[in-house]
């Protein structure tokens, strides 16, 4: 091993830096040069990311994360939904609180209510009546021009070897407002979500809504369309003016999971019309009011 001793590179030493030391400053300088590249450039590519990706739900994806605020802290919305491209401006399911469109009592056919349209407190129809004057046992309530069709559906039923009877009718808002807590206790909010409209979103509260059952029968089953009775429904209640509000495999349409049993009165000639489009009833309705189209006189009061 050598023990001699480098000469002094100190500042006044008096001796010349070798010229390796030299190179060895360049070096640092070179790497400095490329860490501040490397940083500019790993910047740029997060900002990139960010851009690309930050906000934009997934494709599919229909809820937004409003789907885990509780309803009661949902803010009225002032803008104008985000659409689906279904039918043109059709808006996605989102929970919010709009007015509906034609939220009147004489303009039932074709108020639109969802997750995102709603009716006032305050809406009641004046002209409810007992089913019974359709030939039901149910103590249910509906408008009464919906009683001529659903007294000849129900007899239809009775002739066909299905015979159907109403589970439910017109729920008002306190009644809408009493099941939803039930079923944010009893389930949580996102199956309350699912399957219960917040207050004021129900088509029961409209009065021409109704959750049928197989006649004798407490309740109805979830695959009640594999039912005899849930099947002649199925098939047969547009011909008296019932439309299936919440077919199945259409939930990302009308914001609502399947439900085989729930149909709304639009009488005859417009339920025809909504039958021969294939459409969903929501998707029909969004149709007829952004067109600006008459559906014709009511069937019976329009008060």
């Known amino acids: 091993m050598s023990s001699a001793r480098r000469p002094p590179q100190g500042p006044g030493s008096g001796a010349t830096p070798p010229t390796n030391r030299t190179r060895v400053r360049i070096t640092r300088r070179g790497w400095v040069t490329i860490g501040a590249l490397v940083l500019a450039v790993a910047v740029l590519v997060v900002w990139g990311v960010i851009a690309a990706g930050g906000d934009h739900p997934t494709a599919g994806h229909t809820t937004s994360s409003s789907t885990t605020t509780s309803p009661s802290t949902v803010p009225a919305s002032t803008t104008t939904p985000e659409t689906s491209p279904a039918v043109a401006g059709l808006p996605k399911c989102r929970y919010g609180i709009l007015p509906a469109p034609d939220a009147q009592l004489g303009r039932w056919q074709r108020t639109l209510l969802d997750t995102t349209f709603a009716l006032p407190e305050g809406f009641a129809p004046k002209d409810l009546v007992l089913v019974s004057q359709a030939g039901s046992p149910s103590p249910e309530l509906v408008r009464s021009f919906v009683i001529p069709d659903l007294k000849a559906l129900l007899q239809a039923s009775e002739q066909a070897g299905n015979p159907v009877d109403v589970l439910i009718g017109y729920r008002s808002y306190a009644r809408q407002q009493a099941l939803f807590q039930n079923h944010l ?119």
Request: hydrophobic share 30%.
């Open 185 to 303: 206790q009893d389930e949580g909010r996102t199956a309350a979500l699912a399957s219960t409209a917040r207050p004021g979103h129900s088509e029961h509260q409209l009065g021409t809504t109704i959750d049928f059952r197989t006649k004798g029968q407490v309740d109805v089953p979830r695959n009640w369309a594999s039912e005899p009775a849930g099947a002649w429904m199925e098939a047969n209640a547009w011909r008296f003016g019932f439309i299936e509000s919440y077919p199945q495999g259409e939930e990302d349409t009308t914001c609502y999971r399947y439900e085989p049993w729930h149909y709304r009165y639009f009488g005859r000639p417009l339920a025809a019309r909504i039958h021969a489009s294939g459409l969903t009833a929501r998707e029909y309705l969004w149709r007829l009011d952004s067109q600006q189209a008459t559906t014709g006189p009511t069937t019976g009061p329009s008060g």
